[in-house]
Each structure stands twice: as C-alpha cells, then as structure tokens.
C-alpha cells in the first residue's frame, strides 16, 4: 500500500513556541491530505483537509491562524502550531488519498505513524 | 445524534472466541465504509473496506446494510494479537472526500 510519513514522531516544546510538522507521501502524489487529532482515550478528529496549491479548508472550531497549513507539492503538507500552549498537547496524524479516482474508487486514505506533541 | 456511533466497549473474550462488533451511520448518503485497527498511541491502519456486497478476509467477515445504516465486523476465532481499538470509518459524500471516524470499540482477547 501507500506509504505516508510524518516528521517529528514526536515533540517536546515550551508553551508560545511554534511546532512545526511534516506529512509526506512517498511514493505517490496526494492532492488531498488530511490532519487529524486525537486526545487520549477519544477517536481522531479532522482538524483541516489541505489541498495542494490552495488554502486548508478547516472544521468547525478549529483556529485557522492557530494551525497553519501548507500543502506546496503534491507530496508535501505541513502543520504549525503557533504559539503552542499545554492544551495543544495531542497525537496529531496526517492522512492521504491518492489523486486519482480510479484507483482509489473507495476513497481509501493512507495514515501518517503521527506525531506526540507535549507543550510544557 | 452522533454522524458515526459505536459500542466503546471494551469487548473481553477468550481467545478462540467469535466476537461482533457494530457501527451506525447517520448520512444516508455516505459512499464508502472502512474499518480501521488501531493499537495504543499508533497511528490507524486499514484493517477492511466495507464492499456493498460484504466481504470477507481470512478470519474478519465485514457486512454493510444500508437500509438500517449499520456495518459490521465480525472476527473469528479471536487471537491474542487481535486485541485492539477497532475504528469505524464513514466516508461522507463532499467534494474533499473526508472520513468520520466512530469513538472506536476497544477489544481485548484474553489468554
């Protein structure tokens, strides 16, 4: 299957520093990827669908200007936390869905292995 | 009402057993069915697509009705390794093809 990574697996940072993280597809080009997240104990929650080459589309409740997103290559979509407090301190996971419709007629999107963030 | 519900258990049976395990949707409209296994502080993985006409994988059976909007997973024979957090994934009709996750129905075989 499609492999998906994320970098940092996970991090540890003071509360009003910026976080940044990395969701890579590896070998295949994702126009759409996913952030989720996911507090102990709770499913994940979409946070923003990012679209390659236009702005992030996020859900209800979640501060855009609070997670930036870029997605600048169809390979490549990237989430920072600004200004990170204690509460921000979840398991954030990436996911991607192959381009194209064909051969993914199912709509199967490929999970990043996530990243722990701990704000202090 | 909540878009996609499951039972968060947990699920305890012995190992060898025949566990069940449902998930409601609430959209009429939503085109694909996943489930999806997660093991502690790991990121989802595929476990099943939910086809219209069921299908079947080695020892997990997954069934779609959409009349009553539910879909299934049934595992047999259960294995220690089985033990997990089991997801049910609802994919909802928009154009950026987003997934619903359930709260998740947490198993645990037992020796």
Known sequence: GAVVSQHPSWVICKSGTSVKIECRSLDFQATTMFWYRQFPKQSLMLMATSNEGSKATYEQGVEKDKFLINHASLTLSTLTVTSAHPEDSSFYICSARVSSGDRNPYNEQFFGPGTRLTVL | RKEVEQD?????????????????????????????????????????????????????????????????????????????????????????????????????VLA
């Open chain 2, 8 to 108: 968060p258990g947990p699920f305890n049976v012995p190992e060898g057993a025949t566990v069940a395990f449902n998930c409601t949707y609430s959209n009429s409209a939503s085109q694909s069915f996943f489930w999806y296994r997660q093991d502690c502080r790991k990121e989802p993985k595929l476990l099943m697509s939910v086809y219209s006409s069921g299908n079947e994988d080695g020892r997990f059976t997954a069934q779609l009705n959409r009349a009553s909007q539910y879909i299934s997973l049934l595992i047999r024979d259960s294995k220690l390794s089985d033990s997990a957090t089991y997801l049910c994934v609802v994919n909802i009709p928009s154009g950026t093809y987003k997934y619903i996750f359930g709260t998740g129905t947490r198993l645990k």
